[in-house]
């Protein structure tokens, strides 16, 4: 709007105002935020973030240091056209406090550097630098020269965790698939044993591009659909969804007759069950709120009794279930929301009852009158293509 400075690190003071830019020739376009590409981490499929390698050059400024560790980043980077680096002096930093893992046009890897100085290639395998810390708080492109070729990326892992909940850091995602599984509980790779170190040649990094949004009314939101029985293999070790950034979409219900009415289908969230023209068909929330076509908005329990919406299980709804049908599942978490709301507050504020503005404070435990809730009949809910 006011003048191109080309790199971010200084501000529009200075600027010279006869060379200014017209701001009637500005195009401003309001569209929905949605996340167009992710990438797969072990069970986590998170953001990413592209880069051309000139743009990611101006974003982190190395001289300026204006965001070289990706403090402003909610995703894991991918930065194209990595063998632009040849072209840098080898003590320019490419990144700053993460992980950096260098992949070929097929995404096979050829070398990872961490915050901790461990690296590996084809060659050595697995090493730690001089055995200090300092080699891997700034990631220098000598590192990566070696082994740079027409074609190459960069996936980059932040030490922040933006968007992420609380304890949990884009770095250890990444390591976590490239480096070694983490126990639980440990708070970084600093101390990994490299002997048994995971074999990079082994791993396979999928890059997915978002084609399409679920619409839940006025709401677009991302999802991951799954396979009934995929889904029920996932949610033996992430139930509530906690590696998901949007909401779940399950086909294939018509094999839930082969499951225990003791099956958990979800945890922590909000489930909904809709026939093939997406018409909804039941609902239940992690308050214990449902609705049914016969009997609308009940309450399951005394009140503040939530213990039947704590875990959702096949009984709640597998009599219901025709074929053609899906469950649309929201989870307590926020990985990729920019609100501060968690997915069932956002699903639940277009089903249930809108909070308005309290919805990045409370949730909709406190929803106390259900004789003005929402009527899901009246609620559009479809799979929208993105152009």
């Known amino acids: 709007l006011i003048y191109d400075l080309g790199v971010n690190t200084t501000d529009h003071r200075g600027v010279d105002?006869?060379?200014?830019?017209?701001?009637?020739?500005?195009?401003?376009?309001?569209?929905?935020?949605?996340?167009?590409?992710?990438?797969?981490?072990?069970?986590?499929?998170?953001?990413?973030?592209?880069?051309?390698?000139?743009?990611?050059?101006?974003?982190?400024?190395?001289?300026?240091?204006?965001?070289?560790?990706?403090?402003?980043?909610?995703?894991?980077?991918?930065?194209?056209?990595?063998?632009?680096?040849?072209?840098?002096?080898d003590t320019a930093k490419v990144f700053s406090g993460g992980y950096?893992?260098?992949?070929?046009?097929?995404?096979?890897?050829?070398?990872?550097?961490?915050?901790?100085?461990?690296?590996?290639?084809?060659?050595?395998?697995?090493?730690?630098?001089?055995?200090?810390?300092?080699?891997?708080?700034?990631?220098?492109?000598?590192?990566?020269?070696?082994?740079?070729?027409?074609?190459?990326?960069?996936?980059?892992?932040?030490?922040?965790?933006?968007?992420?909940?609380?304890?949990?850091?884009?770095?250890?995602?990444?390591?976590?698939?490239?480096?070694?599984?983490?126990?639980?509980?440990?708070?970084?790779?600093?101390?990994?044993?490299?002997?048994?170190?995971i074999d990079p040649t082994t791993v396979v990094l999928t890059i997915k591009e978002t084609t399409s949004v679920l619409r839940v009314g006025t709401a677009l939101i991302d999802y991951k659909e799954f396979d009934l029985d995929n889904w029920m293999l996932y949610a033996e070790s992430d139930p509530g969804a906690d590696g998901i950034s949007g909401l779940v979409y399950v086909t294939g219900l018509e094999k839930i007759s082969s499951y225990d009415n003791a099956a958990r289908i979800f945890s922590g969230g909000t489930v909904v069950l809709l026939d093939s023209n997406m018409a909804v068909k039941y609902v239940v929330d992690r308050w214990s709120n449902v609705w049914t076509q016969a009997e609308g908005w009940t309450k399951i329990g005394a009140a503040g009794d939530w213990s039947y919406g704590t875990n959702v299980y096949a009984s709640y709804f597998n009599t219901l279930v025709e074929e053609g049908d899906v469950l649309v599942m929201a989870s307590q978490y926020s990985r990729g929301l920019t609100t501060g709301a968690q997915y069932r507050d956002v699903l639940d504020n277009q089903i249930l009852f809108d909070l308005g503005a309290d919805i990045i404070t409370l949730d909709h435990r406190g929803v106390t009158d259900l004789t003005t809730a929402i009527d899901p009949t009246t609620v559009i809910i479809n799979v929208v293509a993105l152009n």
Do not use: C
Request: avoid cysteine; proline fraction near 3%.
């Open 100 to 197: 950096s893992v260098l992949v070929d046009s097929e995404m096979n890897i050829k070398y990872i550097v961490d915050r901790w100085g461990h690296e590996w290639n084809a060659t050595d395998g697995w090493t730690t630098n001089s055995g200090t810390l300092t080699f891997g708080l700034n990631h220098l492109a000598s590192y990566f020269k070696p082994y740079l070729a027409e074609g190459d990326m960069l996936i980059l892992g932040s030490q922040y965790a933006k968007d992420l909940p609380e304890g949990t850091y884009y770095r250890n995602f990444l390591g976590n698939a490239v480096i070694k599984e983490l126990v639980s509980g440990a708070a970084s790779h600093r101390y990994i044993d490299i002997t048994t170190a």
């Open 17 to 89: 105002l006869t060379q200014a830019i017209d701001p009637t020739t500005v195009n401003l376009v309001i569209q929905e935020q949605v996340t167009t590409k992710s990438i797969s981490l072990g069970t986590n499929d998170l953001p990413l973030i592209v880069f051309s390698f000139d743009k990611w050059l101006n974003y982190i400024d190395p001289a300026g240091s204006n965001d070289i560790g990706a403090a402003n980043i909610a995703g894991i980077i991918m930065v194209e056209g990595a063998n632009g680096i040849a072209a840098l002096d």
